[in-house]
């Protein structure tokens, strides 16, 4: 980072900081992940300097030969890799993909969709008021049952039948149980409408077949390229060849310009690490250790949503604790440990507050560690939790935190 250092050296000081973070603690926000050195090299490269309106083969700038080469290469691995028929890789994010499903399947301030709400499980971009989805269409909102805290597809069908939407979207951004893709299409076609599988948390599950995926079962899946696929920071769709063209026309000119062609070769790079075998070892890892964290935890005597957890996260009700998510996020990150505050069923406090953390796995599973880790882990957390204001079981944690990180370095030559 010479030239760095030299041209801005405030941002460099912040990376250094920021490095050692990450090096020094343990990462258990769900939707994070590490990238290999080789998707770091392409983010960080000449691919940067061009822009590539357009398609491959069809781009309204000079230059593109190489960049058409990259953008082939990402499309033809993530088709692989999910087994679909077409597939799109220039959304910036996984919101930006949802964005052009709802636009290729609806008309604004008209249509209706139906989707999961934010505060039991689904996505800002998933219809919340806040959110353009939720500003542009008309939107219906299912939740769990509040008994199982799990989803209830027969209630879901209900509402459909009542709301009879244009778009049905699943899939969530916290949600720690199997989600039935083939029970939500076969809702939407019984009320005329479409499906769309929002899988951003668990696409590295659903491509190696450690949870069911949505790919040839909806109409449309969407997804972020990093959380459990482990690239960068991005998004994609996924669809039958038959929504190929109205898709691609929703993305580019309809929701952006350019693409970014370094993020889309660094996809490339992702894409073909996640084709190797020990991909699908990586992804039954995350879920093993999801289980055993949320098995410590409730030994520990605290109370998990749903009772547990079937895929790569985990939610703690903190409603009986007398805290916060909020005042445990910061007590837990004091001690070298980053979770995220998140709202629950039944949620009484503000977005802001909550009452329960979110704990994922796909971080701290790059990292090496498997199931004895997250005895320890499981064990700190409780430790923390059991009273947030205890400024020696915080201190005494952060370091068990920093013994464990070093024996699991991010990237060896940074240690």
Request: net charge neutral; hydrophobic share 40%.
């Amino acid at each position: 980072m010479l030239n760095l250092k030299k041209t801005d050296p405030e941002i460099a000081d912040l990376l250094e900081k920021e490095k050692q973070r990450q090096i020094q603690g343990l990462e258990l926000i769900a939707s994070e992940n590490l990238v290999s050195k080789a998707v770091l090299e392409v983010m960080g490269s000449i691919f940067t300097n061009k822009y590539a309106e357009g398609y491959p083969g069809k781009r309204y700038y000079g230059g593109c030969e190489f960049y058409d080469v990259a953008e082939d290469l990402a499309r033809e691995r993530m088709k692989k890799l999910f087994g679909a028929e077409h597939a799109n890789v220039q959304p910036h994010s996984g919101t930006q993909a949802n964005m052009a499903i709802y636009f290729a399947t609806m008309e604004c301030g008209k249509d209706r969709m139906m989707s999961m709400s934010l505060s039991q499980g689904g996505h800002l971009s998933h219809g919340s008021p806040v959110s353009f989805s939720g500003k542009m269409y008309q939107v219906t909102q299912y939740g769990v049952d509040l008994e199982t805290e799990m989803l209830d597809y027969g209630i879901v069908e209900e509402l459909a039948k009542k709301v009879r939407p244009r778009l049905i979207v699943c899939g969530a951004s916290a949600y720690p149980r199997r989600i039935d893709f083939k029970a939500f299409q076969e809702i939407a076609d019984g009320v005329g409408a479409q499906c769309m599988a929002d899988i951003a948390h668990i696409a590295g599950l659903c491509a190696t077949g450690v949870h069911e995926t949505s790919v040839g079962v909806v109409d449309f899946t969407t997804t972020t390229t990093h959380k459990t696929l482990r690239g960068p920071r991005g998004g994609a769709i996924l669809c039958d060849k038959e929504y190929a063209q109205m898709v691609d026309k929703a993305v580019f000119p309809g929701m952006q310009g350019g693409p970014l062609m370094h993020t889309i070769a660094a996809k490339a790079v992702c894409l073909k690490e996640a084709l190797q075998p020990s991909f699908t070892e990586y992804n039954r890892q995350i879920v093993k250790n999801a289980q055993k964290i949320a098995d410590v935890l409730l030994d520990a005597g605290l109370r998990l949503v749903s009772g547990g957890t079937d895929n790569h996260l985990l939610l703690i009700d903190l409603s009986d604790r007398g805290i916060t998510g909020l005042e445990a996020e910061i007590a837990l990150g004091r001690a070298g440990i980053t979770v995220n505050k998140n709202t629950i069923p039944r949620e009484t406090r503000s977005p802001f507050v909550t009452s329960g953390l979110r704990i994922g796995t796909p971080a701290i599973t790059t990292r090496g560690m498997k199931e004895a880790e997250m005895e320890q882990i499981g064990a700190l957390i409780a430790q923390v939790l059991r009273d947030i204001h205890d400024e020696a079981v915080i201190r005494k944690v952060k370091d068990e935190v920093v013994a464990l990180a070093s024996r699991f370095p991010i990237y060896p030559e940074l240690a």
